[in-house]
């Protein structure tokens, strides 16, 4: 009888050192090895996602399951596109199920993102005035989920790196409130910390359930977190009227 792949003594996987290249900082060369060590890393490779990202949002659909057959997705900051590709996955984007609804998925960016079959990527900056129209036209109307795994740029200080991903989550709701359907959902990477709650008391006003977790797929040593907002009330609660 064969035995399975990785187990016993002479399965396991080697791991990979890197040595410090000549210019390359300690920094660079730690942040390399675990990437070639990653699980996560080495599965997205072999299952043809861009990044590990993409079991973040697997880990948190497989919990709360708001990527259902049929939805209209728009993922903000989609580069480089593993949450696209598995919401295309799961909302029948391509329609290879026709026994289930198809859904859409609609990605945008700031940046230029190589095709991502099922999904329609769009080079557009979501804080501009006319973005929440542009992306409603493209739809066709409101969507079901509105997702981001978007991170301000690093600056090296933890209190300002904070503060700047709280305003680019509040940012990223704000259009959600614009676009998203009654009852739809909202989700998003946030960093955890003090400065959010205000952020938090907006998402209970207007949504039905509203959970913080940590998902497998997210590095236990990264204070990253994520926000998943169902139920959304409506948007008369978010103009301020409720």
């Given at each position: ?48 996602y ?19 057959p ?32 198809q ?26 005035d ?111 009227e409720?």
């Amino acid at each position: 009888m064969s035995e399975k792949p990785n187990s016993g003594r002479g399965q396991r996987e080697l791991r990979v050192r890197v040595k410090t290249a000549k210019g390359r900082k300690l920094s660079s060369t730690l942040w390399l090895e675990r990437q070639l060590n990653d699980p996560y890393v080495i599965r997205a490779k072999k299952e043809g996602y861009r990044g590990r990202a993409a079991y973040k949002i697997l880990e948190l659909d497989d919990k709360y399951g708001f990527l259902k057959p049929g939805a209209r997705v728009v993922d903000l900051g989609c580069a480089p596109g593993g949450w696209c590709q598995v919401a295309v996955a799961r909302v029948n984007a391509l329609g290879q199920n026709p026994k289930k609804p198809q859904g859409r998925v609609l990605g945008v960016d700031l940046q230029e993102v190589e095709p991502i079959a099922g999904a329609e990527i769009h080079q557009l900056d979501f804080l501009a005035d006319d973005a929440d129209a542009k992306v409603k036209g493209w739809l066709g109307g409101r969507a079901d989920v509105v997702m981001s795994d978007m991170a301000a740029a690093a600056s090296g200080h933890k209190a300002t790196d904070h503060l700047r991903i709280v305003a680019l989550v509040e940012a990223a709701l704000a259009f959600a409130f614009d676009v998203l359907e009654d009852g739809g959902t909202f989700v998003a990477k946030v960093l955890a910390g003090g400065a959010e709650n205000e952020m938090q008391a907006m998402l209970k006003r207007n949504f039905r359930k509203v959970a913080n977790v940590k998902p497998p797929a997210s590095r236990a040593d990264s204070s990253e977190k994520f926000v998943v907002a169902m139920g959304y009330r409506g948007r008369e609660i978010a103009g301020g009227e409720a």
